[in-house]
């Protein structure tokens, strides 16, 4: 139920998904950057960090 609700969160804020799940670190960054650029890269990064670990 956990990962669904990570997931639901990664597709609509991103970098909070990943903060969440991994707390400040390399990942929540790398997020945060693809976010601001453009918002889809960031939501396809955090839904496989989400999914991947």
């Keep these: 139920m956990e990962k669904i ?4 969160l990664a597709i609509l804020l991103p ?3 990943v903060l ?3 707390g400040v670190s390399r990942p929540f ?3 945060l950057v693809l976010t601001i650029l453009l918002y889809l890269p960031g939501q396809v990064y ?5 999914l991947t670990e």
């Design 5 to 8: 609700l990570l997931i639901i």
């Design 15 to 17: 970098p909070v998904a």
């Design 20 to 22: 969440i799940h991994k």
């Design 46 to 50: 955090a839904v496989y960090v989400v």
């Design 29 to 31: 960054w790398i997020d």
